[in-house]
């Protein structure tokens, strides 16, 4: 009788709770970032060149090659710093190709393609670190951008 008066008050209390989350939160509001990869006449660029995310919130990154050649996303330190959910990539009709879980560090986009990264970042960084394209000769024609993690 005592186990059940102890699970009933801590039911109670949980239930109570206002605090206590629902659900997944990677899942939850997810905000869409756009990371346009191309090159022109002045180089090759990631646009916008300066991130900031906020630790617990759930992000999609949306890496859209605008261009002829492939490009990469490579997190570097930023890597360390989130949870990946996965990703994804669909064709013209948005029907699923293929979904990734787990670790990832890097992404190449081919010509004119779309990947999706959802990813939800677990801590901060004291000064901003840099996202690259690793491809030899992008991050010396300009591809590379800086990131905050708050």
Known sequence: MKSMIASLAVMAIAAANPAAAEGD???ANVIDV???????????????????????????????NVDEIKHELA?????????????EATDADGNLITEVKGTIREVEVGPGKVVEWYFVPVQTTDDPVEIICGIP??????????????
């Open 25 to 27: 939160l990677s899942r």
């Open 34 to 64: 756009v990371i346009e990869m191309g090159s022109n006449d002045d180089g090759m660029y990631f646009k916008p060149d300066n991130y900031e995310f906020v630790t617990g919130q759930a992000y999609k990154l949306i890496l859209t």
């Open 75 to 87: 997190l570097n330190e930023m890597g360390e710093r989130i949870f990946t959910r996965k990703i």
């Open 137 to 150: 000769g992008h991050y010396e024609a300009g591809m590379h951008a800086m990131v905050t993690l708050r």
